[in-house]
């Protein structure tokens, strides 16, 4: 699945992930790959992405909002 996470200022990542785990309004959720279409709200918290070859990145947000269709996720978020 393909993922970007992106501020107002600069792209944060980019690239193909194996799950991502967010912060959401109502509590953190994850997203795999053939994952139903969404759109949420995020919280103040941390991001965990886990790319395909294994690495697993953290990113501190304030906020903002994810969109899932067709194995393609696109977080925008207000950086720490």
Same mark, same amino acid.
């Given at each position: 699945?393909?993922?970007?996470? =992106? /501020?107002?200022?600069?792209?944060?990542? %980019?690239?193909?992930?194996? =799950?991502?785990?967010?912060?959401? /309004?109502?509590? !953190?959720f994850e997203i795999m790959n053939n994952h139903a279409a969404l759109i949420s /709200?995020?919280?103040?918290?941390?991001? +965990?992405? +886990?790319? /395909?070859?294994?690495?697993? *990145?953290?990113?501190?947000? +304030?906020?903002?909002?994810?969109?899932? !269709?067709?194995? %393609? $996720?696109? $977080?925008?978020? %207000? *950086?720490?």
């Amino acid at each position: 699945m393909y993922l970007e996470i =992106i /501020t107002t200022e600069r792209l944060l990542f %980019e690239g193909d992930i194996a =799950i991502i785990k967010l912060p959401g /309004t109502l509590g !953190s959720f994850e997203i795999m790959n053939n994952h139903a279409a969404l759109i949420s /709200t995020l919280e103040h918290g941390k991001i +965990k992405v +886990k790319e /395909t070859n294994g690495i697993i *990145s953290y990113f501190e947000i +304030k906020g903002g909002l994810v969109e899932v !269709s067709n194995n %393609e $996720v696109k $977080v925008l978020v %207000e *950086s720490e």
